[in-house]
């Protein structure tokens, strides 16, 4: 299987060939740590809405211009943006500044160089990213994970190395940063955003929020990331390859003080974007639909929370605010990636608690309903989650070591995707194929 494994994701060469980058160290960071000057930190990309974009972020405590020298081969373009004031919520109210600036132009598929920065205040170290492939006819490899803290990160050395080496094209975190990013007046957060910046300045981090965001109306969330779409970040989509990936936020069906309109449009978006992404002519492009929220709606761990009730707020929603579940159901979605859960857990094809295999022999091929994977065991200060012993018929497997997911879209038909345990020093302790012979609606009768 490890065999299997490195020829899976052999992938593009390596990211050191421009640039020579020390890989640090997985232990926490000091949150006695202050931000300085003008000097630029959490350096993270992101998707930008096209494969001849690319959108770079970084935090600096002065205000300074935004400013990103790139190029292949040489800083030979500029590109400038802007910055916004975000105050914390804490005690000390500290003031950071986020930048945000837009590389576009870029030649699909091509490899830049780029620091960022200013004159007045310092450029951040030298960083490589390769652009998004153009069109459908290509495989992209992404690793996600969800509850990673700054604490007890025990799967962010191995992926660092990973990213480094070029196994990925992306990173899904599918929820719950730092633990918690508003800790000790957002130092926490700052320190968190620093260790992931040897994986996230490399390629698109992209992002959903969780539980542990909801400090302050998820403001340091809504505030340090950059998803595409421009709604906070909390639910927005992109197109990769053979697939359409949609993030969205769990969190609105639970933290209802912060207004329940948040839950009728969010509902809204999520109806019309795989009205979209279903038609015949966008499904034949992209017949893979995947979505990532943090709290699943199935799961058979014994901590009572959400997924562990069978009218799970996620899965059926509130009294004329809906959840997901039929949602998904009725637009075809291939996979469901979650979170919360500091475990592995993967599921048969399931729909209202009912098994839907392809066939006994092979049950991930032309499945009948959603597959779904809970990845929440990266690593956080909340160590594991625990199981009911005897697990229900829909889950397929489980397992609580630490580690993340690894997948790779092979083509329109083929998708692959393995569980990595750190605690196995990196060994694949589980690892299926998704078949699907045509996407679309699911039909029971």
Request: charged content about 20%; aromatic content about 14%.
């Amino acid at each position: 299987m490890i065999g299997r494994m490195r020829s899976v994701f052999s992938g593009r060469a390596a990211i050191t060939a421009a640039v020579f980058v020390a890989v640090v160290s997985a232990s926490p960071v000091s949150v006695e740590r202050d931000i300085y000057g003008g000097w630029p930190q959490q350096v993270h990309l992101s998707y930008a809405g096209s494969a001849s974009e690319m959108m770079v972020t970084w935090s600096t405590s002065n205000k300074t211009d935004s400013v990103v020298e790139y190029g292949e081969g040489g800083l030979a373009k500029t590109a400038k943006g802007s910055s916004v004031e975000f105050e914390d919520g804490g005690d000390e109210h500290r003031v950071q500044y986020i930048h945000r600036v837009r590389l576009t132009g870029l030649t699909p598929g091509h490899t830049y160089m780029y620091h960022c920065g200013s004159m007045e205040g310092g450029w951040s170290d030298l960083y490589v990213f390769t652009a998004m492939k153009d069109g459908t006819d290509w495989s992209p490899s992404f690793a996600a994970f969800g509850d990673m803290g700054n604490e007890n990160a025990q799967s962010l050395s191995r992926l660092q190395g990973e990213t480094q080496r070029g196994m990925y094209d992306f990173i899904l975190h599918v929820g719950d940063f730092a633990y918690d990013m508003d800790s000790e007046n957002a130092r926490v957060g700052d320190a968190f955003m620093n260790q992931i910046q040897s994986i996230a300045a490399y390629v698109p981090y992209m992002t959903c929020v969780g539980n542990h965001e909801n400090a302050y109306n998820f403001s340091n969330y809504v505030s340090r990331f950059s998803m595409p779409g421009g709604v906070q970040s909390l639910f927005y989509s992109f197109d990769v390859g053979p697939a359409h990936i949609i993030g969205f936020s769990t969190e609105v069906y639970f933290y209802i003080q912060y207004g329940l309109k948040q839950m009728t449009e969010q509902y809204k978006w999520l109806e019309q974007d795989l009205m979209e992404a279903a038609k015949p002519e966008n499904r034949k492009q992209r017949p893979w639909i995947i979505t990532m929220g943090h709290r699943p709606m199935y799961c058979s761990n014994n901590d009572h929370d959400d997924c562990t009730r069978h009218e799970s707020v996620v899965r059926k929603g509130h009294i004329g605010y809906p959840g997901v579940e039929d949602l998904f159901y009725k637009y075809g979605v291939d996979l469901e990636i979650w979170a919360h859960e500091h475990t592995y857990e993967r599921l048969w094809p399931v729909y209202d608690y009912k098994v839907y295999n392809g066939s006994l022999a092979a049950p991930y091929t032309n499945p009948k309903a959603p597959v779904h994977i809970i990845t929440g065991s990266a690593g956080c200060r909340e160590r594991h989650d625990g199981w009911v012993p005897n697990p229900p018929a829909w889950s397929a497997l489980r397992n609580s070591d630490y580690g993340y997911t690894r997948f790779k879209l092979h083509n329109s038909t083929h998708l692959y995707l393995e569980q990595v345990s750190d605690d196995k020093d990196g060994q694949v302790i589980d690892s299926i194929w998704v078949i699907k012979d045509q996407h679309g609606p699911y039909s029971h009768t």
